[in-house]
T-cell receptor
Framework: DAKTTQPTSMDCAEGRAANLPCNHS???????VYWYRQIHSQGPQYIIH???NNETNEMASLIITEDRKSSTLILPHATLRDTAVYYC??????????????FGKGTLLTVNP | GAGVSQSPSNKVTEKGKDVELRCDPI?????LYWYRQRLGQGLEFLIY????????KSGLPSDRFSAERTGESVSTLTIQRTQQEDSAVYLC?????????????FGSGTRLTVV
């Protein structure tokens, strides 16, 4: 799997948008970008994934650059409960043989009141 | 059940003892994974089960670690002769297939402390 680079930590004010960047300059054409988050003392939680088009769901939006070398996870209105470590992972999607998710250290997002 | 269930949630054991950790995956999920997370660290892959195929044990750190799964049901992770460096949160996840596009569902983990 391609390596990802994320900032170690970020802060965001409650109610504001949180924009979490991720660099994945060595991503292959068949690799998807996945985002998970881990709230303290809980297991990781799936947020969203995408290949090349921007994606949106009830939790977040994912913006992938045209060259696919970087992406941004957007939490449109951050709340205190969004304080967590956010992991950006690239992995071959369905049909591939690489089934493991390889987690780095992620970004600790702290939402401040 | 509605989610992945792990038990116990916390386990304190003496060095040298054996421990057994349990994972109940989501019903119908054929793929099951074990990960380990040491304090302040990322997740380390341990082992993967997919249906009746041979498991991928490539992440198990030593022969003191083993895991079993019967069919598509419960899995147990066993650590023999525990050492202090085994202290960590052990996380289990399941998914509909090994290459699902729709993410894994993790349990809340078992926090193992070896004293």
């Amino acid at each position: 799997d391609a390596k990802t680079t994320q900032p170690t930590s970020m802060d965001c004010a409650e109610g504001r948008a949180a924009n979490l960047p991720c660099n994945h300059s060595t991503i292959s054409g068949n690799e998807y970008v996945y985002w998970y988050r881990q709230i303290h003392s809980q297991g990781p939680q799936y947020i969203i994934h995408g290949l090349k088009n921007n994606e949106t769901n009830e939790m977040a939006s994912l913006i992938i650059t045209e060259d696919r070398k970087s992406s941004t996870l957007i939490l449109p209105h951050a709340t205190l409960r969004d304080t967590a470590v956010y992991y950006c992972i690239v992995r071959v999607g369905s049909g591939g043989s690489n089934y493991k998710l390889t987690f780095g250290k992620g970004t600790l997002l702290t939402v401040n009141p | 059940g509605a989610g992945v269930s792990q038990s116990p949630s916390n386990k304190v054991t003496e060095k040298g003892k054996d421990v057994e950790l349990r994972c109940d995956p989501i019903s119908g999920h054929t793929a099951l994974y074990w990960y380990r997370q040491r304090l302040g660290q990322g997740l380390e892959f341990l082992i993967y089960f997919q249906g009746n195929s041979a498991p991928d044990k490539s992440g198990l750190p030593s022969d003191r670690f083993s895991a079993e799964r019967t069919g598509e049901s419960v899995s147990t992770l066993t650590i023999q002769r525990t050492q202090q460096e085994d202290s960590a949160v052990y996380l289990c996840a399941s998914s509909t297939t090994g290459t699902s596009n729709y993410g894994y569902t993790f349990g809340s983990g078992t926090r193992l402390t070896v004293v």
